[in-house]
């Protein structure tokens, strides 16, 4: 196993096993964060690829000015906006399809997601959480996704986010709000009383 | 929450990308490259043209002044033709 600054090295020699190195240490991160805010698994697997294509390519670059794995958060999250980008911009020039193919099966992803992450008991909330969490604007998504599922503390968060500290405060407080706002209403829908049964936790 | 897993394909489809296109540092470095350059044609251009503008508008000026001075003369020389000996 070689520390980091050999790694790089490695990576900028051509090292095969340098790269895998860097990979399997940092392919859960960047798959786990590109699947949270994509919610979708193929994307995020596509987002992976193209992140760890671009670590390659822009390696040299990198000059230690924050963490190794702060600096492969931030590519995972400009990839990402540029894939959601993309996204809204094919869905202006959408045509309606059927769900079903001839066979009748499924073609299309079921409008929940589920997290393939969370254990069997947690699913429902998981499914509720991720469907907030669609409903929130983009950045405070992201916010909430580096800090409360990644783990990120407020400086790395922030260091990935490319704003300052008191920017992400707002950006959690604000989604905090909203998620409280959505996942209340849901269970006011759905189990005519308040969000008694979904782990709060999540949200603190 | 357990953390999940990419696909066991997804190293070895990242690494044929990579040694497919062995560039790919050049490939970025070029489309900057180019940005940088389509700026600056776009901003000697604007150049350009502000300053053919300016010509232009100057031509005009003279062109009017000299129109103004050629009339005046000409009225002049017209009113006053018995005073003038040439």
């Known amino acids: ?4 600054h050999e790694m790089i090295q490695g990576i900028l020699n051509g090292d095969e096993k340098a790269f895998q190195q860097l990979y399997y240490e ?7 964060t590109s699947l949270s805010i ?3 698994q193929q994307e995020a697997e596509d987002v992976t690829q193209e992140v760890f294509i671009e670590i390659h390519a822009s390696l040299a670059s990198f000059k230690f000015k924050s963490s190794l794995s702060t600096w492969i958060y931030s590519i995972t999250i400009r990839t990402c906006y540029a894939y959601l980008k993309k996204q809204r911009t094919q869905k202006r020039f959408a045509f309606f399809t059927s769900l079903f193919n001839e066979e009748n099966e499924l073609t299309h992803d079921q409008a929940h997601f589920e997290h393939p992450g969370i254990i069997l008991e947690n699913k429902e909330h998981g499914k509720v959480l991720f469907n907030a969490l669609q409903k929130i604007p983009t950045q405070q998504k992201v916010a909430f996704t580096l800090v409360k599922i990644e783990g990120l503390n407020y400086k790395e968060a922030a260091e990935a ?3 300052s500290e008191s920017a992400l405060e707002s950006l959690l407080t604000r989604a905090n709000k909203n998620l409280k706002t959505c996942i209340s209403d849901y269970y006011k829908i759905n189990f005519k009383s308040s969000a008694g049964n979904f782990p709060i936790w999540l949200l603190m | 929450m357990h953390r999940a897993i990419p696909s066991d394909k997804l190293y070895a489809q990242i690494w044929n990308r990579i040694q497919q296109q062995p560039s790919l540092s050049i490939y970025y470095s070029g489309k900057a490259l180019i940005r940088v350059a389509a700026a600056i044609i776009i901003i000697i251009g604007l150049n350009a043209v502000s300053v053919l503008a300016v010509q232009k508008s100057k031509r005009v000026q003279i062109d009017d ?3 103004i001075q050629n009339f005046a003369k000409e009225y002049f020389q017209a009113q006053h033709k018995d005073l003038l000996w040439y």
């Open chain 2, 65 to 67: 002044q000299t129109g």
């Open chain 1, 1 to 4: 196993m070689l520390d980091e």
């Open chain 1, 161 to 163: 986010m490319q704003v």
């Open chain 1, 26 to 32: 940092h392919a859960s991160r960047v798959y786990n």
């Open chain 1, 38 to 40: 994509l919610q979708h």
